[in-house]
């Protein structure tokens, strides 16, 4: 018997293991200083009334025999996708409610979806990139090539004709750059997918942060629904991070190589998934009413609050980002020509400040780093002040 060997070609060690271990053995070493936490983009405020109410409502509902609810069904139930469907709508985007799968979030999307597609493709990543995207790949054993995202081009990679792609994964605002694609920007995407037989998989899981004209769906974009799949997540958008929910747009007309493509998936969905609670998706649903929208508009709006505070912080300094504007994350190049590990330890050490290094996101991401705007304010505004005072000296 043996095991995947393409597992061997992996890093040691996922990325948040490093910066958890390495922020653990430091508050053991040194439990008088107070340590914040601004690395892993998880959030803090609480989940929504609306959101609540309906979990309640959903649990109480298992409770009563003439209301339980068993295994669901595998695409999520009808109201849920109808409720979806509208919400796309609502900046719009024409979606039918029968392409909307409802998912425990795009995480698992990501890394699942390119099993339904050949051991042989090539897969495209942007570089830096959410490491799950090119660690599923490579445990798969997939060749992968990198569209670099740098200063140069505003971090947002774009297509190269001279290079094939059968894969292509895009983020958009990104993590962990935070910077957000035009929908020109994405036309030429689906244009260079289309003419390459290619697939996009497109995660929209920071659309909701999106302020100005930036693309909030790649089906915004004439062309799409013939080469792309979008997952979302209620993770950023309605703090579901631990509560777990999301949902996947698969265009019916999307197909390759004679199969449809929505068809496989729901194939493998069926087979290796049994689907999202009862009081989830009534939570998911919930979300998208018009009391679910505006309470998570306050929690969003609390966010960007703290990504204003970190922008202009570094503003004062004269430090390099992007994102923040339309996104929860800012992606600073590294004072001083620090590298992203050195400028951990050393926010660690001289500020108990922790952010992410951008190195761990790929090798465009050497030299730069990323913040988080989910901490509270009071703490983002104390963060940014340790950092402000020790990069000013």
Not at 138 to 160: K, L, S
């Amino acid at each position: 018997m043996k095991v995947n060997h393409n597992f061997d070609n992996l890093v040691p060690n996922y990325l948040f293991a490093d910066v958890a271990r390495k922020t653990n053995e430091y508050i053991a070493a040194h439990p008088d200083k107070p340590v914040i936490r601004m690395g892993i983009g998880d959030v803090t405020l609480p989940l929504c009334k609306a959101a609540v109410d309906a979990l309640k409502e959903g649990a109480e509902d298992l409770a009563h025999k003439e209301t339980f609810k068993g295994y669901p069904d595998y695409e999520g139930y009808d109201f849920v996708r109808e409720a979806i469907a509208g919400y796309y709508k609502s900046f719009g985007v024409d979606v039918g409610a029968d392409e909307i799968l409802v998912t425990d979030g795009a995480k698992g999307d990501s890394a699942n979806l390119q099993e339904i597609f050949s051991a042989d493709s090539v897969v495209l990543v942007t570089d830096p990139v959410y490491p799950v995207y090119v660690d599923s790949n490579i445990m798969a054993g997939r060749n992968i090539v990198y569209a670099p995202a740098t200063e140069e081009n505003g971090f947002c990679a774009m297509p190269d004709k001279s290079v094939h792609a059968d894969l292509i994964y895009l983020c958009s605002p990104n993590n962990p750059t935070g910077a957000a694609y035009t929908k020109a920007q994405l036309k030429e995407w689906v244009d260079y997918a289309n003419a390459e037989d290619a697939i996009i998989i497109y995660d929209a899981a920071y659309e909701h942060f999106v302020v100005d004209d930036s693309a909030r769906s790649i089906f915004q974009v004439e062309g799409a629904r013939t080469c792309a799949i979008e997952l979302c997540s209620m993770s950023k958008t309605a703090g579901f991070t631990g509560t777990r929910g999301g949902y996947t747009v698969i265009p019916k007309e999307l197909e390759r190589d004679g199969h449809n493509i929505y068809t496989l998936w729901y194939r493998r969905l069926s087979t290796k998934y049994n689907g999202v609670s009862w009081p989830v998706q009534k939570a998911i649903a919930a979300v998208f009413s018009e009391e679910g929208l505006k309470e998570i508009d306050e929690n969003i709006n609390y966010y960007r609050k703290n990504a204003q505070v970190i922008m202009e912080t570094f503003d004062r300094l004269g430090v390099f980002y992007t994102g923040g504007k339309n996104s929860p994350y800012v992606w600073i190049k590294c004072p001083k020509g620090m590298g992203s590990w050195e400028f951990f330890d050393y926010l660690l050490e001289n500020a108990q400040v922790v952010g992410t290094p951008g190195e761990g996101f790929g090798e465009c991401g050497k030299g730069y780093f990323r913040f988080t705007s989910f901490s509270s304010y009071e703490n983002t505004v104390e963060a940014m002040s340790r950092i402000e005072s020790l990069l000013a000296e």
